[in-house]
């Protein structure tokens, strides 16, 4: 019998994550079954392991989940795409407040089996960024002993719900799940994170000083970018807008558009920190490139000319953003200053409410053009930096080759 501890979230560089070890093993044809009991499951958590999980099912490989609501830990979302998949999928609660709380992946085969047993939930968190442990167990199923006892061990204790024996355990459809979100058990992500947020509000308001000081004590680990898309995701910054114009800021990944550009804000100019630079040209070790205001369309030699885009934000599209060339900076800017049919403004989200900087500064926006008029933005974080320029097949630097700011084209 093999055993190993797995350990993430310390360290982003390490894929010894549950979730690797859990797309490893969807992957490996030596198994034919894969059973989980598992607390939590989001969409992201699902959506990094969807290609190998069809593929098992298509290769004739048996799935059965047991995921569990408590909390309002799963969402909506998730479990509309396991009905989509058809995926074999049962639904333990107890209304009494008891916590379905396991996280156990067990793979089957006709000569091996595993089992990963934890603190990881399916969730893209879970899998890979939080700080998690593991066990990972890989046994012979002709002569250890011991292996075929301990998986034995897990499937007896969850024996009433395998049989689909217990009370407290329904096979997933459509009408119970419409059950689940109507009595409020199960939400939408959205609605999660906005309760989240208000909670935060209300209870964990941050004096500045004492959060100023709370970040010189305790420094942010990066997360670890999931596998999903590899190299083509990005850490992304959802700013959703409330009806009473508060602002909730919601941490994401987003995968990477063919035909997209991406920018480094710096710290943005403007009295709303609305205003970002452009080039005519780029530098990168002694050459010159294409600038990044070609992606609009316009001809960064005919400073004369200039044109309204519409921005595509957070679900939202914020109209008349001119792009135009600054004659006294000598480059060319975009004013993202759009309003919506509602009267929301972008500048809401840009100026300096969100602490100290506003929502753009120190940013890399991700532009992808819908069509000549209208283009997507969406908010990287700046340390995915060297893995957009990793990906960019054309990128370098607004002015000074060492120290201008940085864009490329996806």
């Not at 939930?121 to 960024?129: A, D, H, I, P, V």
């Not at 939408?188 to 989240?196: D, G, H, S, W, Y």
């Not at 490139?289 to 960064?300: A, I, M």
Request: charged content about 25%; overall charge negative; aromatic content about 10%.
């Amino acid at each position: 019998m093999e055993l190993r501890f797995i350990g993430q979230g310390l360290d982003p560089t390490i894929d010894s994550t549950a979730g690797n070890l859990i797309i490893d093993s969807l992957i490996d044809e030596q198994f034919n079954s894969f059973n989980a009991f598992v607390a939590f499951v989001s969409i992201g958590g699902i959506n990094n392991i969807i290609d190998q999980l069809t593929a098992f099912k298509a290769r004739g490989g048996a799935i059965r989940l047991y995921l569990g609501v408590d909390l309002n830990g799963t969402s909506k979302e998730a479990l509309e795409k396991l009905i989509e998949l058809e995926v074999e999928t049962y639904i333990v609660f107890s209304p009494n407040n008891i916590i379905y709380h396991p996280k156990i992946y067990a793979f089957e085969g006709d000569t091996f089996s595993r089992a990963v047993v934890g603190s990881s939930n399916l969730t893209e968190r879970g899998l890979f960024q939080s700080i998690e442990s593991s066990v990972y167990v890989n046994f012979n199923n002709e002569d250890d002993e011991m292996g075929i006892e301990f998986l034995a061990n897990i499937y007896e204790h969850y024996n009433k719900i395998i049989n689909n024996d217990h009370p407290s355990c329904q096979r997933l459809t459509s009408e119970v799940l419409e059950i689940l979100v109507n009595s409020k058990i199960v939400l939408p992500e959205t609605v999660n994170r906005a309760k989240f947020n208000k909670i935060n509000r209300e209870f964990g308001e941050k004096d500045s000083a004492a959060y100023d000081a709370l970040l010189k004590s305790f420094r942010k680990l990066k997360p670890k970018r999931p596998p999903r898309g590899y190299k083509k995701v990005a850490s992304k910054e959802e700013i959703i807008v409330e009806e009473n114009k508060e602002l909730n800021v919601v941490n994401e990944t987003t995968e990477l558009p063919e035909g997209s550009m991406w920018i480094e804000t710096g710290k943005m100019t403007g009295g709303s920190k609305n205003q970002l630079d452009m080039s005519k040209k780029g530098k990168r070790k002694g050459g010159l490139l294409q600038g990044s205001v070609v992606y609009f369309g316009l001809d960064p030699d005919d400073v004369s000319a200039s044109k309204n885009i519409d921005i595509h934000l957070g679900g939202k599209v914020y109209k008349e953003n001119p792009v135009f060339y600054t004659p006294g900076n000598s480059n060319w800017r975009i004013q993202l200053k759009g309003v919506t049919d509602d009267d929301e403004k972008l500048t809401t989200i840009s100026r300096m409410q969100l602490g100290q900087d506003g929502g753009f500064v120190n940013k890399i926006l991700l532009f992808t053009r819908i069509d000549d008029t209208n283009y997507k933005i969406e908010i990287l974080d700046a340390d995915d930096r060297d893995m957009l320029i990793e990906n960019s097949s054309i990128w370098g630097k607004m002015g000074n080759v060492t120290t201008g700011r940085a864009y490329g084209f996806i």
